[in-house]
């Protein structure tokens, strides 16, 4: 599946009626981190770092920069520090069909291609995929066009009662897997987007499974992960999943951009997606 834009990029913006100290102060509580252990990380004082917070002093463009480095603030929420300070944004938000990404495209696509036959794909920071490969494509047959219209959003996929939701074996327990790391994501970013997904997902109703006979693994597998346990043309193929993210991103659609491969969880699986293409 070619990589496709999923929207304009959004433009940051500053919280109405907040300035840089306020937001700064949340993060730093956020990460639980004292002002005095900050400002050891940002070669400052705890007397300068409260001055900020509380509006007495305006940092510098370099300091916003150093604290939201050491409290690990997401790139698209540096540049709203920023903003909030008064300066323009450091970090550009460039469309994902822009010719200057041609090498990351083309990285991306080739990476999940060479993971088949196993599924891989590649999602925004809304769960919108934006790549995906034939180990994918395979998982989703059956699954109704109407889900299937762009933008096809994995999580939306993955527990809708029409989509994987009935085919998962372990619904309960992954779904709670799911729900639990979109929840992380957003304690970690001020998206009003992702929690309107969460709550929409969240509110779908949990399908029962039709009692259709499946062929199991013959043994039982000492799994070191939870897997996703997926019926596929009367078998239960077993995943456990990886979720791989760039390292220093300098844009932000590129920070906001994850890998998700899954790997068999059990000699079974392996047979059998290996048996597909063989």
């Given at each position: 599946m070619t990589i496709v834009a999923t929207g304009a990029p959004v433009p940051p913006t500053a919280p109405a009626g907040q300035g840089v100290g306020p937001l700064l102060r949340a993060w730093r509580e956020r990460r639980r981190v004292s002002q005095l252990e900050l400002a050891l990380r940002a070669d400052s004082s705890a007397r300068h770092i409260s001055f900020i917070e509380t509006g007495r002093s305006r940092p510098s463009e370099e300091m916003v920069l150093r604290l939201?480095?050491?409290?690990?603030?997401?790139?698209?929420?540096?540049?709203?520090?920023?903003?909030?300070a008064g300066y323009a944004p450091h970090y550009p938000e460039t469309a994902l069909d822009d010719p200057a990404?041609?090498?990351?495209?083309?990285?991306?696509?080739?990476?999940?291609?060479g993971y088949e036959p196993y599924p891989a794909l590649v999602v925004d920071a809304v769960y919108d995929v934006v790549a995906a490969n034939r180990g994918i494509t395979m998982l989703l047959e059956g699954v109704p066009e109407a889900l299937l219209t762009?933008?096809?959003?994995?999580?939306?996929?993955?527990?809708?009662?029409?989509?994987?939701?009935?085919?998962?074996?372990?619904?309960?327990?992954?779904?709670?897997?799911?729900?639990?790391q979109m929840g992380r994501q957003i304690a970690l970013h001020r998206s009003g987007a992702l929690r309107a997904l969460y709550e929409e997902v969240a509110a779908f109703p949990v399908p029962e499974t039709d009692g259709a006979v499946v062929e199991e693994p013959e043994e039982d597998v000492p799994y070191f992960?939870?897997?996703?346990?997926?019926?596929?043309?009367?078998?239960?193929?077993?995943?456990?999943?990886?979720?791989?993210?760039?390292?220093?991103?300098?844009?932000?659609?590129?920070?906001?951009?994850?890998?998700?491969t899954f790997l068999p969880a059990d000699p079974a699986t392996v047979k059998y997606l290996h048996s597909m293409v063989s």
């Open positions: 939201a480095e050491h409290l690990d603030v997401p790139v698209r929420e540096r540049n709203a520090l920023l903003l909030a990404l041609g090498a990351l495209r083309e990285g991306l696509e080739r990476l999940i291609r762009p933008p096809l959003n994995a999580m939306r996929l993955t527990l809708h009662p029409e989509g994987l939701a009935p085919r998962i074996r372990n619904l309960r327990e992954w779904r709670g897997h799911l729900l639990a992960a939870l897997p996703m346990r997926i019926e596929h043309e009367g078998r239960v193929l077993s995943f456990v999943s990886s979720i791989s993210t760039f390292n220093t991103p300098m844009d932000v659609t590129v920070a906001e951009l994850a890998i998700e």
